[in-house]
């Protein structure tokens, strides 16, 4: 009677270990599907970018390597087949894709700590770059649909013009041709909208030539970089909180793909 209890309790404990398992199993299927799905979106927004813009005609066809839409391509097709190998390793128990999986996935998780570490460390020079390559796209803001979609966004949701002051828009000097010669673009305009409805897209036309006084009621005075540090403080919680989400994620899959695999090998013994 003792050794048939004792029989019965490990069948229970068996049982209610494998159940766990299980449902990590099967967690761990449901976090890759959703990351396949993120990463399906990622993938298929830079391919509607690279039509968009007709990148595939044969005329443009030769710089599409430098197309920053193929950074988007590129990681939602490398997200994509992570979680798939995730997803088919851990539903049919595969040792070989999960290995694959975690090993990508510490690598990834390694990666995210030393670019953490390097970007504390060094953040004053990460501030200088980040001014260079603004002043970069805003000398080929008019050359360049990608750098002048990314300008425009920056300077109009964070209500601000140039990289440290809108006299950095140099690119309109007043020696050079066209209308907006000694301007700013539009979307560095106060008031971009024309009777509240049409955009007038020279509403910065000689706003170079005005006092500061004056200009301040026509443009935004004050750089991006600046605005840049002030949202970053404005929502220094959240941001923390999304990263740390993300970062507690992958650690998460990885236990559970390391279970996974040792329950796989103790089975298969």
């Known amino acids: 009677m003792k050794i048939l209890s004792v029989k019965l309790l490990r069948l229970v404990i068996f049982h209610c270990y494998s159940l766990g398992d299980y449902f990590l199993k099967y967690f761990l299927i449901l976090c890759n599907l959703m990351f396949t799905v993120l990463g399906l979106m990622i993938l298929g927004l830079g391919f509607w970018g690279l039509i968009s813009k007709e990148s595939f005609a044969q005329e443009k066809i030769g710089s599409i390597g430098t197309d920053p839409m193929l950074i988007l391509v590129s990681v939602g097709f490398l997200l994509t087949m992570l979680c798939l190998t995730g997803c088919v390793g851990a539903l049919r128990e595969n040792h070989c894709l999960l290995k694959l999986f975690s090993a990508t996935v510490l690598v990834l998780i390694t990666a995210q ?124 919680g959240l941001l923390g909180t999304v990263v740390t989400i993300i970062f507690g994620v992958q650690i998460l899959m990885l236990f559970i793909t390391l279970r996974l695999m040792e329950r796989i090998k103790r089975h298969k013994v």
């Open 113 to 236: 700590v030393i670019i953490a570490i390097l970007a504390h460390t060094l953040r004053d020079q990460i501030g200088v770059y980040l001014r260079s390559g603004m002043l970069a796209a805003m000398s080929r803001y008019q050359d360049d649909l990608d750098l002048r979609f990314i300008t425009d966004e920056i300077q109009s949701n964070l209500q601000c013009c140039g990289a440290d002051n809108y006299r950095d828009w140099e690119y309109y000097n007043c020696s050079a041709p066209g209308v907006l010669a000694c301007g700013v673009p539009a979307t560095c305009c106060v008031d971009p909208l024309e009777n509240g409805t049409v955009w007038n897209s020279q509403c910065g036309v000689g706003a170079q030539l005005l006092d500061e006084f004056t200009a301040q009621s026509v443009i935004f005075l004050g750089g991006c970089l600046g605005g840049i540090s002030r949202w970053i403080e404005q929502h220094e």
